[in-house]
């Protein structure tokens, strides 16, 4: 069965923001309203031994959603590949998967009122595209593939190299899976 999932090289990213601007462009989102921000810690250090880390954000796309269980209407969804998504003819905007996201990935659009969130660009994945801020991103720092096989570069990189995922004690499985390492080194 496929089983979509991320790894971030925090190695590799140098902040540019390509990925959150692809992914604002696509799905045209209003100026207040990010899926992808990339978070910057740094510099630190002492002068000339500078380094930052740059950490991207998304939907974790978790395996146990918290969202997905609290929505009263069957809007947050979690489909068989691991894609979590809110079908917004279904929205009403109550905010309670918002609550539940212990990532703070998921937004209530002000013009429509429905919430929005990251879903892996899933119109693109099903065709056997790239989610558009993998595809964007020149550093190679985010790989996008099915964990359930273990030939795809996503699952070879979470077999063979130490991964983190966010909040991981929080029991939510999240299928995305972070590299931890200072920025623009891979």
């Known amino acids: 069965m496929t089983r979509f999932a991320m790894v971030m090289d925090t190695r590799r990213c140098i ?34 031994h ?9 939907c974790m ?18 489909d068989d590949d691991g894609i979590v998504w809110v079908d917004e003819a279904k929205c009403i905007g109550c905010g309670a998967c918002m609550a539940a996201c212990p990532y703070d990935a998921r937004h209530k659009d002000s013009a429509s009122g429905v ?3 990251c879903d892996f660009c899933k119109d693109r994945v ?3 595209q790239e989610p558009h801020c993998v595809w964007t991103c020149h550093q190679r720092a985010r790989i996008f593939g ?13 077999a063979s190299v130490r991964t983190e995922q966010l909040f991981a004690e929080m029991g939510t499985d999240p299928q995305v899976f972070y590299i931890i390492g200072t920025g623009g080194q891979g």
Request: glycine fraction near 4%; include cysteine; charge should be negative.
């Open 50 to 58: 500078l380094h930052m880390v740059h950490l991207p954000l998304i």
């Open 126 to 128: 099903r065709k056997r």
């Open 115 to 117: 919430v929005m969130k």
């Open 15 to 48: 902040g540019c923001d390509s990925c959150t601007t692809a992914c604002k462009v696509w799905n045209d989102l209003p100026l207040d309203l990010e899926f992808n921000p990339v978070v910057t810690d740094g510099p630190n250090g002492v002068y000339p």
């Open 146 to 158: 099915d964990l359930d096989d273990p030939t795809s570069d996503v699952a070879r990189l979470v």
């Open 61 to 78: 796309h978790c395996a146990e959603s918290p969202c997905v269980h609290v929505c009263p209407t069957g809007a947050s969804k979690c």
